[in-house]
């Protein structure tokens, strides 16, 4: 039996009910580590819940990335993709390395000294120039991975 999730107090802080195809979609997410797309979500739900539709899907995704609970983004591929912006132990930030030939996605958060601080550092630049308080960034290498270069 697992303990309640993270999200719970999300949903008690907007005011919004946990209805079933929320509540399956978080659980999609939360059993993966792959960025998944509107549709390939849309089939892993199907399996559990055959009555809720795509554009359900859709207009549930957009809420959860309005209440923070979900990240979305573009790898350039055409769709977009989602993945849980928290885990259990808390936000899970990490960087992408997104290989433009297989669309494989590298998640990294072993992050260096080095990169630590060119980010902070960055972001403290930024914040004084523009007068733009930074609550968060994501960040994208695109490139070719190391199975389709040895190809
Ligand atoms: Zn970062
Ligand atoms: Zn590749
Ligand atoms: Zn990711």
């Not at 936000?91 to 990169?115: A, M």
């Not at 007068?131 to 490139?143: C, D, L, P, R, T």
Request: charged share 30%; glycine share 6%.
């Amino acid at each position: 039996m697992m303990g309640p999730h993270w999200w719970h107090n999300r949903f008690r802080g907007w005011g919004y009910r946990l209805t079933i195809p929320r509540q399956a979609i978080l659980e999609v997410l939360s059993r993966t580590s792959e960025h998944l797309s509107a549709e390939e979500i849309y089939l892993e739900v199907h399996k559990q819940y055959p009555s809720i539709g795509l554009a359900t899907i859709y207009r549930t995704l957009e809420l959860l990335v309005e209440m923070g609970i979900v990240n979305k983004f573009d790898f350039g591929d055409g769709r977009a993709r989602y993945e849980l912006s928290e885990d259990s132990k808390g936000p899970k930030h990490h960087h992408h390395l997104i290989c433009t030939i297989c669309g494989q996605v590298v998640d990294y958060r072993d992050f260096s000294e080095e990169e630590k601080r060119f980010f902070e550092d960055l972001e403290n630049a930024l914040s004084r120039k523009y007068n733009f308080e930074i609550k968060n960034h994501q960040v994208m290498f695109y490139g070719i991975c190391d199975r389709c270069k040895n190809k």
